[in-house]
């Protein structure tokens, strides 16, 4: 993830999984549209127990009874339970005793005190300044210690969470950018999903179906569009400089990575990918460290934003559908005033979409 780095893959499960809904424009934030509150008691339980263990104070039963007690380590344990992976409290205390975190004490205590200043509300503020109308974004925020060097989120239907694994080595702006990335996902989730009706997706065949649903994929760019804050910031701002070349040497890929995407759709709109699993595997294989989903897709919300101004963007986030439509629009306009050679949607792909149809929108 990293606002993204290398680790992003492990959330992405959330972007592919958005579907269509009904668009709406944009609004000023209201105080309770926000609910993110940070919660570190289980980064505090683990970091009490490994000063003890540093100046050789006994460690007692009631400081592992905090640990285990902890709101962030309860739900940790009840997600693994969920992906039915191993995880016990013996095996946790054998980690959290173990020499290699031992050594990272201090480093581990001087990066949570760095997060626990970030501007939390300043990112979800980013965030919501790139969802609907009326768009509330209520999560959970743990920075966790654990085996594990993933982040990921959990019960976003429900309760939503975000997982993020303390590491040192983002500091505090990188926590914030990533924030603000994932808090759109739950946003944008939250907005979108339950406005979705079945007459909206009814007419499509399955295959166009599924199409229309990878096309939320696309949310990645938008996500990483919105944590910047805005078009003219650079996406890795506040990144190092390995990530911020690498995402420009594949944004250069522009033209070549959305034909690339595209083959994926009409591969399987004419049913030459046979199954879910043969789709899977090509999708997936688009999120990368951060790849076409994430530059595509910010590419094509930056070039509507430029044109038409960040309602207009806003009007396409809850059916991508209009999207790719709008991006051909404004792509025809940038290509004729700047001379640039952005490439386009097929109109093919667009008509299969729609069945034919036009949006209602338009």
């Given at each position: 993830?990293?606002?993204?780095?290398?680790?992003?893959?492990?959330?992405?499960?959330?972007?592919?999984?958005?579907?269509?809904?009904?668009?709406?424009?944009?609004?000023?934030?209201?105080?309770?549209?926000?609910?993110?509150?940070?919660?570190?008691?289980?980064?505090?339980?683990?970091?009490?127990?490994?000063?003890?263990?540093?100046?050789?104070?006994?460690?007692?039963?009631?400081?592992?009874?905090?640990?285990?007690?902890?709101?962030?380590?309860?739900?940790?344990?009840?997600?693994?339970?969920?992906?039915?992976?191993?995880?016990?409290?013996?095996?946790?205390?054998?980690?959290?005793?173990?020499?290699?975190?031992?050594?990272?004490?201090?480093?581990?205590?001087?990066?949570?005190?760095?997060?626990?200043?970030?501007?939390?509300?300043?990112?979800?503020?980013?965030?919501?300044?790139?969802?609907?109308?009326?768009?509330?974004?209520?999560?959970?925020?743990?920075?966790?210690?654990?085996?594990?060097?993933?982040?990921?989120?959990?019960?976003?239907?429900?309760?939503?969470?975000?997982?993020?694994?303390?590491?040192?080595?983002?500091?505090?702006?990188?926590?914030?950018?990533?924030?603000?990335?994932?808090?759109?996902?739950?946003?944008?989730?939250?907005?979108?999903?339950?406005?979705?009706?079945?007459?909206?997706?009814?007419?499509?065949?399955?295959?166009?179906?599924?199409?229309?649903?990878?096309?939320?994929?696309?949310?990645?760019?938008?996500?990483?569009?919105?944590?910047?804050?805005?078009?003219?910031?650079?996406?890795?701002?506040?990144?190092?400089?390995?990530?911020?070349?690498?995402?420009?040497?594949?944004?250069?890929?522009?033209?070549?990575?959305?034909?690339?995407?595209?083959?994926?759709?009409?591969?399987?709109?004419?049913?030459?990918?046979?199954?879910?699993?043969?789709?899977?595997?090509?999708?997936?294989?688009?999120?990368?460290?951060?790849?076409?989903?994430?530059?595509?897709?910010?590419?094509?919300?930056?070039?509507?934003?430029?044109?038409?101004?960040?309602?207009?963007?806003?009007?396409?986030?809850?059916?991508?559908?209009?999207?790719?439509?709008?991006?051909?629009?404004?792509?025809?306009?940038?290509?004729?005033?700047?001379?640039?050679?952005?490439?386009?949607?097929?109109?093919?792909?667009?008509?299969?979409?729609?069945?034919?149809q036009p949006l209602d929108s338009r």
């Open positions: 993830m990293r606002a993204h780095s290398p680790t992003r893959p492990v959330l992405l499960g959330l972007a592919a999984a958005l579907v269509l809904a009904t668009a709406a424009s944009a609004q000023a934030p209201s105080p309770s549209a926000l609910e993110v509150p940070l919660i570190t008691d289980e980064a505090e339980a683990v970091l009490a127990i490994l000063g003890k263990k540093q100046v050789g104070q006994p460690i007692s039963a009631a400081d592992w009874e905090r640990l285990f007690a902890s709101e962030g380590y309860v739900r940790l344990k009840k997600r693994e339970a969920s992906l039915q992976r191993d995880f016990t409290d013996e095996d946790f205390r054998s980690f959290v005793l173990s020499e290699g975190l031992a050594t990272r004490g201090t480093a581990l205590a001087e990066t949570l005190a760095a997060w626990k200043q970030a501007e939390v509300s300043g990112a979800a503020q980013r965030a919501l300044a790139y969802l609907p109308a009326g768009a509330r974004i209520r999560a959970k925020i743990y920075p966790v210690i654990k085996p594990r060097t993933n982040s990921f989120v959990f019960e976003v239907k429900t309760d939503p969470a975000i997982f993020l694994y303390l590491n040192p080595e983002m500091s505090a702006a990188q926590f914030e950018n990533t924030l603000a990335h994932e808090l759109h996902h739950i946003g944008y989730t939250a907005s979108c999903l339950p406005a979705m009706t079945s007459s909206a997706l009814a007419g499509l065949s399955p295959p166009a179906r599924t199409v229309a649903e990878w096309l939320g994929a696309f949310g990645e760019g938008q996500a990483m569009l919105a944590a910047a804050g805005g078009p003219d910031v650079h996406p890795h701002a506040t990144s190092g400089a390995e990530d911020r070349a690498r995402w420009d040497h594949d944004l250069a890929n522009f033209n070549e990575d959305l034909k690339k995407v595209e083959q994926f759709f009409f591969d399987i709109l004419e049913n030459r990918l046979r199954n879910e699993e043969e789709i899977h595997e090509v999708g997936f294989s688009f999120f990368g460290v951060q790849g076409p989903w994430y530059t595509v897709g910010w590419k094509m919300a930056v070039t509507i934003e430029n044109a038409y101004g960040r309602a207009r963007l806003l009007d396409c986030l809850c059916d991508p559908r209009q999207l790719i439509e709008t991006y051909n629009q404004a792509a025809v306009e940038k290509n004729r005033s700047s001379g640039e050679s952005l490439t386009l949607w097929s109109p093919t792909l667009i008509a299969a979409l729609n069945e034919g």
